[in-house]
């Protein structure tokens, strides 16, 4: 019996667009893609020591460009670039902003060995002793494979700062740093598309059906090693990290390397604890694009100190991305036990080395695309039919008996229904009783005063 029910086509990546899941009350308090003005003072007051110029990478695209001056060192102080933006702003900026930028270079040019690092935060102006201090300090690592190639000569790396200061502030500065840290990178640099954003995280409501959706991190890989614990065996490693689809939202990236080089099995996985009570749930649904290495593809859930495993090699030795549903009858308990879903701790994504036919050690280096992690409840045929027989049942009591208990419980059964047609039709019927019924209150209520 197949464990997925539908697939889809994975998108290639949108290069150039920043896309973080964000509150209704958000608010672009600063935005510089460097499109106005030919020269960095005309340009949002950017002020640095650097040799900078803004020039344009493609038709309509323009950028801030300066020459880096990497030594191959571990010295930040004569590896470091550093571009101020000042801006004029008199209200907070909210705990848990963003500072958004794109780092970009030639794609010909952008193999080298080592890191460039960026910094980003914010500088804000003591007017007492008129002195500058840094608030909201982040950081963050730029492999030269993290670059996405545009396309069109350039690779770009979009990077997302998030600031954990309340700042009350009359003048600030955007502050960003490029360092180096043993890069031996010596080519042109382009920064582009900086934006902050005030409240772009929202403080999260924990939903019990949700696992995780990788939207309430503001891309921030840092973030979501807090919520991801990693384990791997000797000489196994796995690093997840966040990757935007096609539609600007966020997957989860499971890098892994297992190896039999120094056991006989090697394995890597990530937890997430969730304390939840899913018994009102059947099902554990995700989206999944395997790898096609057929390893050993281990989904857990964690309950009562008992783990409970789904293995399924077959489906990794595919590469669609598929939306994966598995029925909690499946997990099968380590130790034998039976899994209380009432008891949920924790849930696991792992991968195992399926010995091959083969002399000698072998390793497997690859990465798997995951989204949309969440319980739900998956309704049957049969199950679908007697909920809209049971809930056109009830509505047709509580007509004849104008009783609301009835259309409670009518209504609880439609959400359980899958959408379709009659569950429309029901939903419509439902609120048009409810009306009824709550006019003929009114009136009953209307009579007894004028009869008082």
Not at 51 to 77: H, P
Not at 425 to 434: E, H, P, S, Y
């Amino acid at each position: 019996m197949s464990l997925f029910m539908a697939c889809t086509m994975i998108v290639s990546l949108v290069p150039n667009s920043l896309s973080v899941s964000a509150a209704t009350d958000d608010k672009l308090i600063y935005e510089n893609n460097f499109e106005k003005g030919k020269g960095p003072d005309e340009v949002a007051g950017v002020i640095t020591k650097e040799d900078v110029s803004v020039v344009s990478l493609v038709k309509g695209n323009n950028a801030l460009k300066f020459k880096s001056k990497f030594d191959g060192s571990d010295n930040w102080e004569t590896n470091k670039h550093e571009l101020a933006f000042y801006k004029e702003y008199s209200k907070k900026i909210s705990k848990d902003s963003t500072l958004q930028f794109d780092i970009l270079v030639p794609t010909d040019e952008k193999v080298y060995d080592g890191q460039i690092k960026y910094i980003g935060g914010l500088g804000t102006h003591d007017k007492s002793t008129d002195k500058w201090g840094w608030v909201g300090t982040s950081y963050g690592d730029i492999n030269s494979s993290d670059f996405v190639d545009l396309g069109n000569g350039y690779s770009s790396k979009s990077v997302t700062v998030k600031l954990n200061d309340n700042i009350n502030v009359d003048l600030f500065k955007v502050d960003l740093q490029i360092v180096s840290y043993n890069c031996n990178y010596n080519g042109d640099i382009y920064l582009d598309n900086i934006k902050l954003i005030s409240s772009n995280l929202p403080e999260k409501v924990e939903v019990p059906a949700v696992v995780d959706d990788f939207e309430g991190y503001g891309g921030e890989d840092k973030l979501l090693e807090k919520e991801w614990k990693t384990n791997a065996g000797d000489g196994c490693l796995v690093t997840p990290k966040l990757v935007k689809d096609g539609t600007g939202n966020h997957d989860l990236e499971f890098n892994y390397k297992i190896s039999t080089e120094k056991v006989t099995e090697g394995w890597a996985g990530i937890t997430k604890d969730k304390k939840v009570d899913w018994s009102s749930f059947n099902s554990l649904q995700f989206w999944c694009t395997p790898d096609g290495k057929g390893q050993k593809l281990a989904i857990q859930i964690t309950s009562n100190g008992e783990d409970f495993e789904v293995n399924m090699p077959e489906f990794a030795s595919t590469t669609s991305e598929s939306l994966i549903t598995i029925p909690f009858s499946k997990f099968k308990g380590k130790k034998g036990g039976t899994l209380d879903l009432s008891k949920i701790e924790r849930i696991g994504i792992w991968c195992n080395t399926i010995p091959k036919n083969s002399e000698g050690p072998w390793t497997v280096d690859s990465k798997m695309y995951f989204d949309d992690i969440k319980a739900v409840y998956v309704v049957s045929d049969e199950e679908k039919e007697k909920l809209i027989q049971d809930s056109t049942d009830l509505i047709r009591v509580a007509v004849s008996n104008k009783n609301q208990e009835d259309l409670d419980k009518a209504q609880e059964m439609i959400k359980k229904i899958p959408g379709c047609s009659e569950k429309d039709a029901l939903q419509n019927r439902l609120d048009t009783v409810k009306d009824r019924l709550k006019q003929n209150n009114i009136r009953k209520l209307l009579f007894k005063l004028i009869n008082m």
